[in-house]
């Protein structure tokens, strides 16, 4: 049984920093992409970034790219979301997620219904 779960979210100002951690288990397949999304209040789940598990390599949404960076430690089967220069519009629930069966183009990990587990989420405010 597969268990994602988040932490690392608070409040933080404009211009601030946050880490998120995702700690899951019960991941037994060989090949899997884990992703970030988030969801601002009235509005649908949106992409942030994702990582290949085997290869770490990472894939950001435009929006994030050079303020987040993902990362996983194979160590202890958690994959981190760096976020710096945090702006208001950042604020929203994260949730990690994860995705067994990963498309081989990467943009395609963006796809929300791509992903068959998902956490509880944790809440990131960024205050003005």
């Known amino acids: 049984q597969v268990q994602l779960v988040e932490s690392g979210g608070g409040l933080v100002q404009a211009g601030g920093s946050l880490r998120l951690s995702c700690a899951a288990s019960?991941?037994?397949?060989?090949?899997?992409?884990m992703g970030w999304f988030r969801q601002a209040p009235g509005k649908g789940r949106e992409f942030v970034a994702a990582?290949?598990?085997?290869?770490?390599?990472?894939y950001y949404a435009d929006s994030v790219n050079g303020r987040f960076t993902i990362s996983r430690d194979a160590a202890i089967n958690t994959v981190h979301l760096q976020m710096n220069s945090l702006k208001p519009e950042d604020t929203a629930v994260y949730y990690c997620?994860?995705?067994?069966?990963?498309?081989?183009?990467?943009?395609?990990?963006?796809?929300?219904?791509?992903?068959?587990?998902w956490g509880q989420g944790t809440q990131v405010t960024v205050s003005s």
């Open positions: 019960g991941l037994s397949f060989s090949t899997y992409v």
């Open positions: 997620a994860a995705d067994p069966r990963p498309a081989i183009v990467r943009s395609r990990w963006s796809r929300a219904n791509n992903y068959d587990y």
């Open positions: 990582i290949s598990w085997s290869s770490g390599s990472p």
